[in-house]
């Protein structure tokens, strides 16, 4: 894995889900293509894991990052 500092994943993980709020609102507007926005948020779904992922390791070895669960609202929630 590429060397990503703590700080930038966390950036990382806030930007991917700001834009996952912004597609799964755009699913309810009728003039969008909901395939491509679904298609668009299934692909930040997965960064989003792979973000945690790099997110939970980079906290074992950093003390100053909060817990991940800090920094994106719970799921149904925003």
């Known amino acids: ?3 990503v500092s703590g700080n930038t994943l966390l950036m ?3 930007a991917v889900q ?3 709020k912004i597609l799964e609102t755009r699913l309810d507007d009728p003039e969008v293509d909901p395939l491509d926005d679904t298609e668009m948020l299934l ?3 997965r960064a989003a894991v792979e973000l945690r992922q ?7 070895n ?3 990052l909060p817990p991940y ?3 994106v609202p719970p799921q149904g929630e925003a």
């Not at 790099?54 to 074992?60: D, K, P, T």
Request: glycine share 0%; no cysteine; net charge negative.
């Open 12 to 14: 990382a993980i806030q």
């Open 18 to 20: 700001d834009a996952m």
């Open 69 to 71: 669960e800090t920094l």
């Open 43 to 45: 692909a930040y779904t």
């Open 62 to 64: 950093t003390s100053n």
């Open 1 to 3: 894995m590429p060397d």
């Open 54 to 60: 790099a997110y939970e390791i980079a906290r074992l």
